[in-house]
């Protein structure tokens, strides 16, 4: 690998439950960064995709699945952390409240073919209903999704392609749901400079239109910060094209916080150990922080201080509902491919650790209000050159 040199939705959730939104412990206001601190929404349309459960009190029209079995066609990293995680919580919730069965099929290994068996022994178990997600899938759905007419899927975060997305193609069965990844960086972007941080850099794997999309959010929200609070704000950008943490990643991520980078956010690739490592190393006075991206990973060290999260279980419980009441996938939804964010719930700033000490919960619940409703835009970008037009954030794209 090689390093560069370095210089300095269709609806909002307004029926969810008060009373699970006042499960989670905490209030408003800004929590000291305790690994115990949460947040609490006076806004149910905000809960916290770790928690979030669709129940039969919340819906208008009753479902009840008679033990019908829908399948979860999961990647080789499981269903026991991550995206597989997230996944596999909403599929087992909704299938708990509406008496359908959850059976899930881990692929073996990495790679299209190990995941092309997963999802055929999906197809092939007698589900109505195939749930998956990510690249290695979708790559396996463009192929297989012919082969079972009378089976139907939903695919997460991404859509049918041919190897090296050369080629795209939803068939009528296949529900396809893309997340606004603008939108989560934005939020993300917001926080770090409302907590303080002028200095920051962004860490991208291979530079693919979601990992794009993560790293200009992210330039959106701290330039709508910086005017806020009236300050200069530097942002590096890189996209490495590296797949994974390494020992070589994290030195150099430290040479970034030696500069005085006071946090690296990053997405795309497996990259946020290393962002980890290369900030516990750091003797500065000032703390050195990572922000994640897709998921909570908060729980992986306390100098994870937020992710820019995709909630998954929100719009998996939800996408199922919709299926299950159509009796399948409805005009607009077949061979479709539909666009989630705030609006819908599903992007955040987790609140079951909230780390932040200056930017408060009152101010977070604030701005994804103004976000939800579309007072705040957030402009969606594909190309790693096109960049916002920013003023108060000096961009910093090494990838020219």
């Given at each position: 690998m090689s390093f560069p040199a370095t210089n300095f939705k269709k609806k909002i959730f307004s029926l969810l439950s008060l009373l699970l939104a006042l499960a989670l412990a905490a209030s408003l206001c800004s929590c000291g960064g305790q690994e115990s601190s949460s947040v609490t929404p006076d806004d149910p349309a905000m809960m916290d995709d770790s928690v979030y459960t669709l129940?039969?009190?919340?819906?208008?029209?009753?479902?009840?699945?008679?033990?019908?079995?829908?399948?979860?066609?999961?990647?080789?990293?499981g269903i026991e952390t991550g995206t597989g995680a997230a996944v596999w919580r909403g599929v087992q919730n909704f299938c708990q409240n509406f008496n359908f069965t959850a059976?899930?099929?881990?692929?073996?290994?990495?790679?299209?073919?190990?995941?092309?068996?997963?999802?055929?022994?999906?197809?092939?178990?007698?589900?109505?209903?195939?749930?998956?997600?990510g690249s290695d899938l979708a790559a396996a759905l463009y192929h297989i999704?012919?082969?079972?007419?009378?089976?139907?899927?939903?695919?997460?975060?991404?859509?049918?392609?041919?190897?090296?997305?050369?080629?795209?193609?939803?068939?009528?069965?296949?529900?396809?749901?893309?997340?606004?990844?603008?939108?989560a960086g934005y939020l993300a972007g917001y926080a770090a400079v409302r907590e303080g941080?002028?200095?920051?850099?962004?860490?991208?794997?291979?530079?693919?239109?979601?990992?794009?999309?993560?790293?200009?959010?992210?330039v959106q929200g701290a330039e709508d910060a910086a005017v806020d609070l009236g300050v200069q704000v530097y942002i590096r950008i890189w996209y490495s094209s590296i797949a994974s943490s390494s020992e070589e990643l994290t030195d150099y991520v430290s040479g970034w916080f030696d500069e005085?980078?006071?946090l690296v956010m990053t997405a795309g690739g497996d990259l946020t150990e290393s962002c980890i490592e290369a900030a516990k190393r750091q003797q500065r006075a000032i703390s050195s922080y990572v922000i994640s991206?897709?998921?909570?990973?908060?729980?992986?060290?306390?100098?994870?201080?937020?992710?820019?999260?995709?909630?998954?279980?929100?719009?998996?419980q939800n996408q199922l509902y919709d299926f299950w009441c159509a009796g399948g996938w409805d005009q607009d939804s077949a061979g479709a491919t539909e666009r989630v964010g705030a609006a819908d719930g599903a992007v955040e700033l987790p609140l079951q650790r909230w780390r932040f000490t200056r930017f408060t919960g009152a101010e977070y619940q604030e701005i994804y209000r103004r976000l939800r409703t579309g007072e705040v835009k957030v402009e969606r970008?594909?190309?790693?050159?096109?960049?916002?037009?920013?003023h108060n954030v000096t961009v910093d794209l090494k990838n020219k």
């Open positions: 129940t039969a009190a919340q819906v208008e029209t009753p479902l009840d699945g008679d033990g019908a079995l829908i399948a979860l066609a999961a990647g080789s990293d059976q899930a099929f881990v692929a073996q290994e990495q790679g299209t073919d190990a995941a092309a068996e997963a999802l055929r022994s999906a197809a092939e178990s007698g589900a109505e209903l195939v749930v998956c997600y999704q012919d082969n079972y007419p009378t089976v139907s899927y939903l695919c997460l975060d991404d859509e049918p392609h041919a190897a090296g997305y050369t080629d795209y193609r939803t068939a009528s069965n296949v529900h396809c749901v893309l997340f606004r990844e603008e939108q941080n002028t200095s920051m850099a962004f860490l991208g794997g291979q530079p693919l239109p979601g990992v794009v999309r993560y790293a200009t959010g992210f005085g980078f006071q991206s897709d998921w909570d990973q908060t729980t992986r060290d306390e100098t994870v201080l937020t992710a820019a999260v995709k909630c998954y279980s929100t719009v998996v970008y594909a190309d790693t050159t096109d960049l916002p037009v920013t």
